[in-house]
C-alpha cells in the first residue's frame, strides 16, 4: 500500500522546480497563476533567489507549495501516476495544505491565498530575526520533554516538532533557544540550529492563530478524495469541519510526525513516495523505520522513470 507525503519548511532551495518550469509549458502556467494570484513575483524568488529572502516563510510556504502542486499536475497530466489508489495523504505542517489540493479539498488558489495568510501570520507573530528553532538529535522526545519543563521556569522552549527516531525540533525566542543550547552543550547533545526565520508550532503564535481563525471561517473545505492525515492528531480527519479547526490548532501545536508515519504503517502503508523539493521526508521515514520504501518525486527525471 502507498501513502503520498509532502514537505514543509526546510525544504526550499534557490531554483527548485527549474527543471519542470524548462520542460513544461504547464509548469509555466502554474508559475504564473501563482504569481497573479499572489501579487508578486513568487517564481522570481523561486528561481532566482536570494536564499535569505526565500528563506522568510513569508515567501517559504507558498513558494514550497507551489513546486509540490507544480509536480502534481505534471504527474496527473502527463502520468497515469494518480490512477493509483494510495492510502493516505499526508504532509510536514505546510505540506497539509498541498495534501489537501492535490486530494481535492481546496483549489491551488485557495491553497496558496490561505498560506500567503498563514506565512505573513506567523512572521508578524513574533518580529523577523527575534525567534528560531533548534534541532536536537539522537535523543528520546520524552527526555528533552522533560528537560523543557523542568528549566521552563527560567527558559522558555517548546518541543515544535517530533520528526523521526532521533530528531527533534524545539521553537522559541533565540535568546531562550541560546540558554538552551548552553544545557544541551552541558549534557553533550547534538543540536543545530534551523535556518528559519520564527518560531513555528509554538504558543508564541498565537496571534497568527487569530487570524488564521478568521481567514478559514469563510473557506469552503470539500472531502477529500484521500484519507489526510493530520499533523495535530497523527491520524486522519473525520470530517471537513474537523479539517478547518485542525488547521487552525496545527500553528501552535507539535508536528507529530514520527507518530503519523507510524501510523499510517500500522494501517498498512509500505510504500512512501514524498512529492515536492528535498529528500527531507524521505530521510525521516526510513529513520523511523527502516524496512518501508521510500521514492521521492523532484526532478523531471523522477516523473520519467517512476515505476510503482
Not at 509548469?27 to 522570481?44: C, P, T, V
Not at 532566482?48 to 529572502?53: I, L, Y
Not at 508578524?124 to 522526545?141: F, I, K, R, T, Y
Not at 521515514?285 to 520519467?304: A, S
Request: glycine fraction near 8%; charged fraction near 25%.
Amino acid at each position: 500500500m502507498i501513502s503520498l507525503v509532502f514537505p514543509g519548511q526546510g525544504s526550499q532551495k534557490v531554483g527548485m522546480g527549474l527543471e519542470f518550469y524548462n520542460k513544461y509549458e504547464l509548469a509555466k502556467q502554474i508559475f504564473r497563476d501563482a504569481d497573479q494570484i499572489l501579487g508578486y513575483r513568487i517564481s522570481d524568488i523561486i528561481l532566482n533567489g536570494p536564499q535569505d529572502k526565500l528563506n522568510e516563510t513569508t515567501f517559504t510556504q507558498p513558494a514550497i507549495y507551489l513546486i509540490g502542486h507544480v509536480i502534481c499536475e505534471i504527474l496527473k497530466n502527463e502520468t497515469s501516476f494518480f490512477e493509483n489508489k494510495f492510502s493516505f495523504f499526508a504532509g510536514h505542517s505546510l505540506g497539509e495544505y498541498t495534501a489537501l489540493t492535490a486530494s481535492n479539498s481546496i483549489s491551488f488558489e485557495q491553497g496558496l491565498l490561505l498560506l500567503k495568510n498563514r506565512g505573513e501570520s506567523m512572521q508578524s507573530a513574533v518580529p523577523l530575526g527575534e525567534g528560531g528553532m533548534l534541532a536536537v538529535l539522537g535523543q528520546d522526545p520524552e527526555e528533552i520533554n522533560k528537560l523543557i519543563k523542568s528549566n521552563f521556569d527560567n527558559i522558555k522552549c517548546f518541543l515544535a516538532n517530533d520528526n523521526s527516531i532521533g530528531q527533534l525540533i524545539l521553537s522559541g525566542k533565540n535568546s531562550e533557544l541560546e540558554k538552551f543550547e548552553k544545557i544541551l552543550k552541558e549534557k553533550k547533545i547534538k543540536n543545530i540550529k534551523l535556518p528559519v526565520s520564527a518560531p513555528f508550532h509554538c504558543e508564541l503564535m498565537g496571534k497568527a492563530t487569530i487570524t488564521m481563525r478568521k481567514v478559514l471561517s469563510n473557506q469552503e473545505i470539500k472531502e477529500p478524495k484521500y484519507k489526510i492525515v493530520s499533523n495535530v492528531t497523527a491520524t486522519e480527519y473525520s470530517n471537513t469541519s474537523e479539517i478547518k479547526e485542525l488547521l487552525i490548532k496545527q500553528i501552535e501545536s507539535p508536528v507529530r510526525w514520527r507518530e503519523s508515519v507510524q501510523y499510517m504503517i500500522s494501517k498498512g502503508t509500505s510504500n512512501f513516495i514524498e512529492i515536492g523539493p528535498g529528500k527531507v521526508l524521505s530521510g525521516l521515514i526510513k529513520r523511523i523505520n527502516k524496512d518501508v520504501k521510500v521514492l521521492n518525486l523532484d526532478k523531471v527525471e523522477d516523473i520519467q522513470d517512476i515505476k510503482i
